[in-house]
Each structure stands twice: as C-alpha cells, then as structure tokens.
C-alpha cells in the first residue's frame, strides 16, 4: 500500500456542486498538508495541519476547507466548486527528514 | 518572507546531455531536498542533503548543498528519455525549534529521444 493514499485519483464536477478530496497516510506523521498545481505552475500550499487539533490555512485557502478527522486522515472539501478551481490536488505528510507526496487527484470542474 | 528560485525553469535536452539546474534562496536553510514528479504523479524524493558542502549521489543524480546554505544544485548525467519530468528543490528552515518547508517552482525537463 502506498504511504500517502489519495481518493478519488480523478473527478469531474459540475460548478456550484460540493466535493471533498481525501488523503490518508501510514506513515505515523503528525503534519499534513494540501497541495495545488496547475499547468506551468509550482506547488502551492492551500491548507495544513501540525496534528489533529491544529489547522493553519496556506497561500491559497479561499474556496477551500479542510478537515483532519484523525492523525492519518486529512480531507480538503471544495465548498461550491468553480472551474478555476480545476487542477491536480496534492495531499503530503512530512516528517523532519523530508516530505511524502500521495499521487494526485485530478480534479476537473465545468 | 523566504523565497526560493528554481531554474531553469525548463529545459530541452537531447538524450545523452548532462543537465544542471540549482535553487537559490535568500535566507540560510538546514537541509536541501531535490523531488521528481514523473507526469500525472506525485512528487517523489530523490536526494537529501543535510550539511553545507555535501556532495550526494543517487545512481545519475547528484547534488551539493552550498557552503552558503543558500544554493543547491542537482546534476543529471547522461540523461535518458524517463528522466523527464518536473523537477523541485526544497529548503527547509528551523525557527524556535519547529522545521519549515519551501518548495521551488520547479524545473521541467524534456529530453529529445
């Protein structure tokens, strides 16, 4: 099993609809995070969490909520998704040695 | 706040070439981490470097951190069509005892058969 688990790997939505994108990870850490990329651009940080009472929003949160339901589980929810909003969705965990990326949901909003 | 830049921020290469492309930063960071992200994958980590000076090597691929703690680079010899894909630096910083990541933009490589 891989350490970072994302689901579902690809997603169509329609505009206005509620999706929620979902990561878990075996790798026993407490930081979590959620990633976006878009084409021709780097990661950027949307939401993180340090443990399971700790939220922090990153560069990008608008539009976006996150809910860590426990130490291995990290969820992000696109409240009334918007086609902007279409891009690949990283979720990682991170210890002090480095990061752990799951593979990346594809989400597609029209 | 802490920027990284990344460049080239693409390459065309023929197959065979060596690459090269680095980070710089304008603040000192404790350790430098070079990731791959094949296409429609995650990014996966293919060197750590945690001392300034440290030359690494993972098989093609090696790396430096610089003597100034601001600077890495990453080497690819011999550069073979799967070596494409989007290549990231990342620093990380310690501030009062809690670690910190910043990810470049990325470097993207193409390599001509």
């Known amino acids: 099993d891989a350490d970072v688990t994302q689901t579902p790997r690809n997603r169509i939505t329609k505009t206005g609809k509620r999706i929620m994108l979902e990561c878990s990870q075996t790798k026993g850490h407490d930081r979590m995070y959620w990633y976006r990329q878009d084409p021709g651009l780097g990661l950027r940080l949307i939401y993180y969490s340090f443990d399971v009472k700790d939220i922090n929003k990153g560069e990008i949160s608008d539009g976006y909520s996150v809910s860590r339901q426990a130490q291995a589980k990290f969820s992000l929810s696109l409240e009334s998704a918007i086609p902007n909003q279409t891009a690949l969705y990283f979720c990682?965990?991170?210890?002090?040695?480095?990061?752990?990326f799951g593979s990346g949901t594809r989400l597609t909003v029209v | 706040g802490q920027q990284l830049n990344q460049s080239p921020q693409s390459m065309f290469i023929q197959e065979g070439e060596d690459v090269s492309m680095n980070c710089t930063s304008s603040?000192?960071?404790?350790?430098w981490l070079w990731y791959k992200q094949d296409p429609g994958e995650g990014p996966v980590l293919l060197i750590a470097?945690?001392?300034?000076?440290e030359l690494t090597s993972n098989g093609r691929l090696t790396a430096q951190f610089g003597i100034t703690r601001k600077d890495s680079f990453l080497n690819i010899s011999a550069s073979i069509p799967s070596d494409v894909g989007i290549y990231f630096c990342?620093?990380?910083?310690?501030?009062?005892?809690?670690?910190?990541?910043?990810f470049g933009t990325g470097t993207r490589l193409k390599v001509l058969a």
């Open positions: 990342a620093g990380q910083s310690l501030t009062s005892g809690t670690y910190k990541y910043i």
């Open positions: 603040s000192i960071f404790n350790t």
């Open positions: 990682a965990t991170s210890s002090f040695s480095g990061y752990t």
């Open positions: 470097l945690y001392k300034a000076g």
